[in-house]
């Protein structure tokens, strides 16, 4: 199942650790600025525009086993 | 020197032998919690092994986010580098198999920007066998079990679970409790029921309760010499906004209430169950308030909310039992109020042998 997390650039180490703990080392990260929180729209637009290319890569039409 | 190290494999590494020198480096390496370490050499280790009929290689699971393994070894190492005694090898063990239990969500504790710490509650006789103080000061510095019980505890966190701070341990500001936050029930001085009883144990068992928290926050009463005035300013120290429990629903908390405290309720014939009711249907914050702000509309709430007017009273808890009373402390007219990071859960296991037996002590 193809998945992707994304996650806030404070928490990249994290997610680093825990994908390799897991044993997930090729699992796909998308990260973003810090903090989320009290983002306007504008903001958070730009910011889910930002990772885009990796969803898309990943998720888009023509991508075997695509929605 | 050698020491017992890499605490999910196991391995040997040298360290240096001087100790002024192997203190820099534990603090290169990020092992250190800031103070003084005692190296954990093979020999340490061995002598804190003792404390446990657990064989070494026995693994309480993998601590979350590194996933290295919680063996009863690493363990050992980590209480030898704490200063502990071999008898808090039982509460060690036991506290470590708690935390690592789902609902107590290791996972979001150990990164959270939330100020918590691992608490650590003690009940029962295991408590004079490992000299935990549940007297005067049981949350302060000097009682040498609390401390390093509780410093032990943080470096299996830190250690076998990688959760350093400003790096995994993603705490905005964190807390001194992350430092230390191990206590015992004051049986002595409890005019109710022990705790472990309360939590369905049985009296002759020793149970370690843990939970991730917030520091204790004084409750302080030198007037009231009856229950009305006292579980009104215990429940008006529950209801601030700011806390997670405010907001995370079925979530728990703890009120270590002192003894004099306990006494004036017990005198006037309250019972533990009767001041958990009380702060559950007394402990509530006003919707037109908190609606100005916070964390209100984070979490899902309960449909109700939608018909609320600006009067409506929200309760903290869910049911009286999410209020978790304990009696703790010596002498004066203290008690505290121990918020949570609200998703994670006040977890209780018995000490037991190896053999899965309840522990006697």
Redesign the interface.
């Known amino acids: 199942v193809r998945t992707l997390t994304v996650c806030t650039e404070v928490f990249e180490k994290m997610a680093e650790l825990e994908r390799n703990a897991l044993g997930q080392p090729d699992l796909q990260l998308a990260i973003i600025g810090h903090p989320l929180m009290n983002r306007d729209a504008a903001s958070l637009e730009e910011a889910v525009d930002g990772i885009m290319p990796l969803i898309e890569s990943l998720f888009g039409a023509g991508r075997e086993g695509a929605p | 020197m050698t020491a017992v190290v890499d605490t999910g494999t196991q391995a040997m590494i040298t360290v240096p032998d001087d100790l002024d020198a192997f203190q820099e480096w534990a603090i290169d390496n990020g092992w250190s919690d800031g103070m003084a370490l005692i190296p954990p050499t093979p020999e340490r280790v061995e002598r804190m092994l003792a404390g446990t009929d657990f064989a070494r290689d026995v693994s309480l699971g ?1 601590v ?5 393994l919680a063996t009863v070894e690493s363990i050992a190492a980590n209480a030898v580098m704490a200063g502990c005694r071999p008898s808090a090898m039982p509460v060690l063990i036991t506290a470590t198999e708690a935390m690592l239990v789902p609902e107590v969500n290791a996972w979001g504790a150990q ?1 959270t920007t939330h100020p918590c710490a691992l608490m650590v509650c003690v009940s029962g006789p295991v408590t004079a066998h490992a000299g935990i103080s549940g007297g005067a000061g049981l949350f302060s510095a000097s009682l040498h079990s609390n401390v390093s019980i509780g410093r032990a505890m943080r470096l299996i966190q830190q250690n076998v679970g ?1 959760a350093y701070p400003g ?2 341990d ?1 705490a905005t500001q964190g807390t001194p409790a992350k430092i230390s936050f191990c206590f015992a029930e004051n049986e002595e001085a409890n005019p109710w029921a022990p705790y472990r009883v309360s939590q369905g144990f049985d009296a002759e068992d020793s149970i370690v309760t843990v939970v991730f928290a917030e520091g204790p926050h004084s409750i302080n009463d030198h007037v009231s010499k009856q229950p009305r005035g006292l579980a009104l300013i215990i429940a008006d120290t529950v209801m601030s906004l700011g806390k997670n429990n405010t907001y995370v629903r079925n979530s728990d908390y703890m009120i270590v209430v002192c003894p004099e405290h306990a006494h004036i309720l017990a005198d006037a014939g309250w019972d533990r169950s009767d001041l958990q009711e009380y702060l559950h249907e007394r402990a509530r914050v006003p919707y037109g308030v908190w609606k100005q702000g916070g964390m209100i509309g984070v979490n899902p709430m309960p449909k109700y909310y939608e018909a609320a007017d600006d009067d409506l009273m929200l309760r903290i808890s869910d049911r009286k039992e999410d209020v978790h009373v304990v009696v703790g402390g010596g002498p004066g007219l203290h008690s505290a109020f121990i918020p949570t990071l609200g998703l994670t859960r006040m977890t209780s296991r018995a000490v037991t042998t190896a053999s899965g037996a309840p522990a006697r002590f």
């Open positions: 993998p979350p986010p590194r996933m290295a990164a990688g790096d995994i993603r």
